[in-house]
């Protein structure tokens, strides 16, 4: 949820007046598809993997976040 707003400020604060609705809207499409690929995915998950169904997603958010990172 959080996320979400950060997003959302971010659009509006990075662009022109007249490109901030767009953007707006635009980051929030990407949002709900996002959790939407989360809800779909989860049960799934928690099926197959039972009570380690966190890890998946952990796996995921550390590569992306770290992608093009160096150690320094």
Do not use: Q
Request: net charge positive.
């Amino acid at each position: 949820m959080i996320a979400a707003v950060i997003v959302r400020a971010f659009s509006k604060k990075l662009a022109r007046h007249s490109a901030a609705l767009w953007n707006h809207s635009i980051a929030t499409f990407i949002n709900w598809v996002y959790n939407l690929i989360v809800g779909i995915t989860f049960p799934l998950l928690a099926h197959y993997t039972g009570n380690y169904t966190s890890i998946p997603f952990t796996c995921l958010l550390v590569v992306f976040w770290t992608k093009d990172k160096t150690n320094e």
